[in-house]
């Protein structure tokens, strides 16, 4: 499949609503507990009920999702260089798609339905691994089975490698010991306040932006497709 127009379309929509996304939760939330906003400290919940533009941030999270689905739809209508590709690309699609709902459902389970968050961001950050690693391995077969026919594919190869350190990273974020005491606050005179990396939090964040970057590297793979 050659690299269309089409999806230029896609990847610069994906760009666009991230940083909008990202954007807007930095510099339009108003401040929580007396400080202000933080990727380490505030939960993305905190961002629907305080941003200053709730609507258009909860539209961007539609579209965000919508990005992440979408790349299925020209897999279906057209076929790529290598045909025993196209159904790890949309298993991959799939994947992403599904672990972009997640975040958008974190929205709004707020840390007080604390089984039903605990669920989502559990599923959010396992769909996140495992689509980065499932890209991780379609970007490197790619690479080896053109290279064994004489043709170059180092965009595949650069975004199956960088698919794979984002699944190291995740993998560390799952595995990070401090998520079991995630509620712990600090002690400070007069009462408690968030620490100032609240683990939960920043693990939800940390997740979107592999999510984000896998996303990306993943459209390099696709440069061939």
Not at 93 to 117: E, K, R
Not at 178 to 192: P, T, V
Not at 198 to 223: C, P, Q, R
Request: charged share 10%; glycine share 6%.
């Amino acid at each position: 499949m050659d690299f269309s127009p089409l999806w230029i379309v896609l990847f610069s929509v994906l760009i666009v609503c991230s940083l909008a996304i990202i954007f807007l939760a930095k510099f339009a939330t108003k401040p929580v507990d007396s400080y202000r906003f933080s990727f380490k400290r505030v939960f993305p919940f905190e961002v629907i009920n305080r941003d200053q533009n709730s609507l258009v941030y909860r539209i961007l999270l539609c579209v965000f999702v919508a990005a992440s689905f979408a790349p299925i739809f020209i897999h279906l209508t057209g076929g790529g260089l290598i045909e025993n590709a196209q159904g790890i690309s949309i298993a991959i699609c799939c994947v992403y798609g599904f672990a972009a709902i997640s975040f958008a459902f974190l929205h709004y389970f707020d840390a007080t339905h604390t089984v039903v968050h605990l669920v989502l961001v559990v599923l959010f950050l396992c769909l996140t691994l495992l689509g980065n690693a499932l890209a991780c391995i379609k970007g490197i077969n790619v690479y080896y089975t053109l290279a064994q026919h004489d043709q170059q594919a180092y965009s595949s190869l650069v975004g199956g490698i960088i698919c794979g350190l984002v699944s190291l990273f995740g993998i560390i974020l799952a595995l990070n010991p401090s998520l079991k005491n995630w509620a712990i606050l600090s002690k400070i005179e007069g009462g408690f306040e968030r620490p100032k990396v609240f683990v939960l939090a920043f693990t939800e964040w940390a997740s979107f932006f592999l999510l984000i970057i896998g996303e990306i590297a993943n459209f390099l793979i696709l440069l061939i497709q």
